[in-house]
């Protein structure tokens, strides 16, 4: 994100995490106030949260980091993995081709 948002700079940049045990406000301090930077709380899987983003700021590209990225919890708790990667990827595909 940090470099994203620096040598993008005409480019307007969406976060949308839902902060899960990985997620952390304080890793993105550097990069809170840029103002092509919006932070948005939200769950990939939601999809009237994912629609609205979309809907609001004409998205051009959409790259998906949301991830259950802890292997021992996409063990564990299988259900949660799944629903972000397969459900959530579905979420943020539909809502591009929606606006599209
Ligand atoms: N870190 C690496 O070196 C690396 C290398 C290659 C590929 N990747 C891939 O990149 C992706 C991200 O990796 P990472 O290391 O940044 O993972 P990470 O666990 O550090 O971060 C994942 C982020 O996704 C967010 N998240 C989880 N579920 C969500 C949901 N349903 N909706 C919205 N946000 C959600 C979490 O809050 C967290 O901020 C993964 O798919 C990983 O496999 C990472």
Same mark, same amino acid.
């Given at each position: 994100m940090h470099y994203m948002v620096n040598i993008y700079k005409d480019i307007k940049i969406i976060n949308a995490d839902? /902060?899960?045990?990985?997620?952390? /406000?304080e890793n993105l301090k550097g990069v809170e106030n840029n103002p092509n930077y919006t932070f948005v709380e939200a769950d990939i899987c939601d999809k009237e949260a994912i629609e609205d983003i979309s809907n609001n700021n004409g998205i051009d590209y959409v790259v998906n980091f949301a991830a259950e990225s802890y292997v021992d919890s996409s063990i564990r708790e299988l259900e949660v993995f799944v629903k972000t990667n397969v459900l959530g990827t579905a979420t943020l595909l539909n809502a591009a081709k929606k606006q599209w």
């Open positions: 839902n /902060l899960t045990y990985a997620g952390n /406000l």
